[in-house]
């Protein structure tokens, strides 16, 4: 079994990937971890802190809409 990431690791990881400033995919790579790994510290996160899916806050709900219109500018 693979060693486990330090707790604080864990918790830098996340909140880089609640920012939505990078994909999903970059960031696991970035921090030398794999994708699947982050979506499951995601969704243990998110059921620890309460937040449900498929409800994101307003300024999450911001960023989405700022990264489609870049989407759509590019091409």
């Not at 994708?35 to 979506?39: A, D, R, S, V």
């Not at 994101?56 to 300024?59: D, I, K, M, Q």
């Given at each position: 079994m693979p060693k486990a990431f330090p707790e604080e690791f864990r918790r830098d990881v996340i909140a880089v990937a609640r920012k939505g400033e990078a994909p999903l995919r970059q960031i696991a790579k970035d921090f030398g971890i794999s994708?699947?790994?982050?979506?499951r510290w995601l969704k243990i996160a998110d059921r620890d802190d309460g937040i449900e899916r498929g409800t994101?806050?307003?300024?999450l709900d911001e960023s989405?809409?700022?990264r489609e219109a870049r989407?759509?500018?590019k091409l």
């Open positions: 994708e699947g790994c982050l979506h994101t806050p307003a300024g989405a809409e700022l989407k759509r500018i």
